[in-house]
């Protein structure tokens, strides 16, 4: 949805999910490589410090019915108005999907099983895929597709390890993806929603004359060309930035061990210790 709120909520969501993945995967991983095994989400010990999972938990019905109050309030454009639906359905959608991942870990009901919930969280970004950037056009319409790149990322990242959850390279994927759509978000929302930020030569979003797709207003078609142009640039820092943060996190995880985390529930910690465990040597037995 069309906002600099948006897009800044959007980046603390992401962004900070992202980041917390990354950590606990890496911290994982380098316990032993060969008991990696990818979770859903990774729950820390004692349970205030999950207090990020419990906020979504709580604000995404929320920010799902308003958006939803507010098609059926909209009496404007029409696609304005159905992008409210469409908004309001997919965060109900990623909302069912925390729900599932509460049960399972609550109750440990067998019948939600890992790899369904990896499937369910690739639909809903497929979903997020089919949905962004519809009535936009022009400079707009090329920024929004960068942000399906990393939704498809995303998505073929759930489906992938719905199959095979042992594929460090594919959570790394998964969460730097995450962290990649937060901030260039951010980036969207205070060049395309901002007077301050935005491209030299054009204004904010607003809709075309004639139709009911927008875009930013530009004086001059050079101007759009360079909005362009410098909006593929600054693609391209952002990469280099969330690479750079997964190298130098995986680096000081790999010095400090202190810093990992450890505090994880599920089957993976039990099996590693429990391995640690049958390599130790056995207690030689005197004989009398």
Same mark, same amino acid.
């Given at each position: 949805?069309?906002?600099?709120?948006?897009?800044?909520?959007?980046?603390?969501?992401?962004?900070?999910?992202?980041?917390?993945?990354?950590?606990?995967?890496?911290?994982?991983?380098?316990?032993?490589?060969?008991?990696?095994?990818? =979770?859903?989400?990774?729950?820390?010990?004692?349970?205030?410090?999950?207090?990020?999972?419990?906020?979504?938990?709580?604000?995404?019905?929320?920010?799902?019915?308003?958006?939803?109050?507010?098609?059926?309030?909209?009496? &404007?454009?029409?696609?304005? %108005?159905?992008?409210?639906?469409?908004?309001?359905?997919?965060?109900?959608?990623?909302?069912?999907?925390?729900? *599932?991942?509460?049960?399972?870990?609550?109750?440990?009901?067998?019948?939600?099983?890992?790899?369904?919930?990896?499937?369910?969280? /690739?639909?809903?970004?497929?979903?997020?895929?089919?949905?962004?950037?519809?009535?936009?056009? /022009?400079?707009?319409?090329?920024?929004?597709?960068?942000?399906?790149?990393?939704? *498809?990322?995303?998505?073929?990242?759930?489906?992938?390890?719905?199959?095979?959850?042992?594929?460090?390279?594919?959570?790394?994927?998964?969460?730097?993806?995450?962290?990649? =759509?937060?901030?260039?978000?951010?980036?969207?929302?205070?060049?395309?929603?901002?007077?301050?930020? /935005?491209? =030299?030569?054009?204004?904010?979003?607003?809709?075309?004359?004639?139709?009911? =797709?927008?875009?930013?207003?530009?004086?001059?078609?050079?101007? &759009?060309? %360079?909005?362009?142009?410098?909006?593929?640039?600054?693609?391209?820092?952002?990469?280099?930035?969330?690479?750079?943060?997964?190298?130098?996190?995986?680096?000081? *995880?790999?010095?400090?061990?202190?810093? %990992?985390?450890?505090? &994880?529930? &599920?089957?993976?910690?039990?099996?590693?210790?429990?391995?640690?465990? *049958?390599?130790?040597?056995?207690?030689?037995?005197?004989?009398?």
């Amino acid at each position: 949805m069309g906002s600099l709120a948006t897009h800044f909520c959007t980046f603390l969501f992401l962004f900070s999910i992202g980041f917390r993945r990354l950590y606990c995967s890496f911290s994982l991983y380098l316990k032993d490589p060969s008991l990696y095994r990818s =979770k859903p989400w990774f729950f820390i010990n004692p349970n205030w410090k999950n207090i990020d999972f419990y906020t979504l938990l709580i604000a995404l019905p929320i920010i799902s019915f308003s958006d939803i109050f507010l098609f059926l309030s909209f009496s &404007g454009y029409p696609s304005y %108005r159905f992008a409210f639906l469409q908004h309001g359905t997919l965060i109900f959608l990623f909302w069912v999907l925390l729900i *599932l991942i509460i049960l399972r870990e609550s109750f440990d009901l067998c019948a939600i099983n890992e790899g369904f919930v990896y499937v369910l969280g /690739g639909v809903c970004f497929l979903v997020e895929y089919l949905i962004n950037g519809n009535g936009f056009d /022009g400079v707009a319409s090329n920024v929004y597709d960068m942000l399906d790149h990393l939704t *498809l990322v995303c998505a073929f990242s759930c489906l992938y390890l719905s199959i095979r959850p042992t594929a460090f390279v594919a959570d790394f994927y998964l969460s730097s993806g995450l962290m990649f =759509k937060g901030t260039w978000s951010l980036q969207v929302g205070l060049n395309l929603y901002t007077e301050t930020f /935005g491209l =030299k030569g054009c204004h904010t979003v607003s809709l075309l004359p004639g139709n009911d =797709k927008v875009d930013i207003n530009c004086v001059l078609d050079v101007d &759009g060309l %360079r909005g362009v142009a410098l909006m593929n640039l600054l693609f391209v820092c952002h990469a280099i930035v969330v690479l750079i943060t997964c190298f130098g996190l995986f680096w000081l *995880l790999s010095r400090k061990e202190g810093l %990992r985390f450890g505090e &994880g529930t &599920g089957s993976l910690l039990p099996r590693i210790e429990s391995r640690g465990m *049958l390599l130790q040597p056995l207690p030689e037995l005197e004989m009398d």
